[in-house]
């Protein structure tokens, strides 16, 4: 964040379940699906009265951005999406990373003992084992959500599938990709930026699934290199 506050206003929230949000505002219904969680994206943007706005989304968070961008695409400048994924489950020719099975054996491990599912998966999304306190604190930060609601976004998160979503983005893209993302593989990235017209493909020298995290310098790089590099308006 301090990389941009001399350029750009920035906003940063928590999704219902996490961080600081109210656990109160949480409804089954809505947050059936991606869309209730990109609803909340634009009536941030709308309450805070924000204009050409850049949105920044990790992992699903991107799809988020994406879907929020394609109900209201005259609020954003552009997206950035960091280790994205329309769909973790592989189907036909499409790689996502995962069969069936197991993303639904991942769920019922997270159902069953949440804190444990955050030690044995923290490292393995971090992917940086050179680094532990890394995968600490990611798990830190698993370990505060709510059970109930991590479980629920995590069945929402895994079992979605955005494909035929990418299609309709039609706001400028930059897709960052690590070189070695257990999560979100090369391919996945690869499909995203083939799929989004108006999109640029970074590969970054990182490994793992939290390169913001793990690689911030690179992803600062990246991000930096794709505002400045086109007439972007500066958030007012």
Known sequence: MPSFTDDFKVVLFDYVGSGLSD???????????????????????EELNLHSVHFVGHSVSSMIGALAAIEQPEYFASLTMIGPSPCYINS???????????????????ESNHVAWSATMAPVIMGNP????????????????NPFLANHFARVTFLSDNRSDLVKVRTNTLIVQCRKDAIAGTSV??????????????MIDATGHCPHMSAPKEVVKALQNFLHEKPFPLLA
């Open 92 to 110: 036909g020719d499409y790689k996502g990373g995962m069969e069936r099975g197991d993303v639904e054996d991942l769920l019922e491990s997270l």
């Open 130 to 145: 050179e680094t532990p306190e890394l995968a600490d604190e990611l798990q830190a930060s698993f370990c505060r959500m």
């Open 189 to 202: 990235g690869e499909y995203v930026h083939k799929c989004l017209p108006t999109s640029e493909f970074v």
């Open 23 to 45: 656990a109160a505002a949480f409804d089954r219904t809505r947050y059936s699906t991606l869309r209730g969680y990109a609803q909340d994206v634009i009536e941030i943007i």
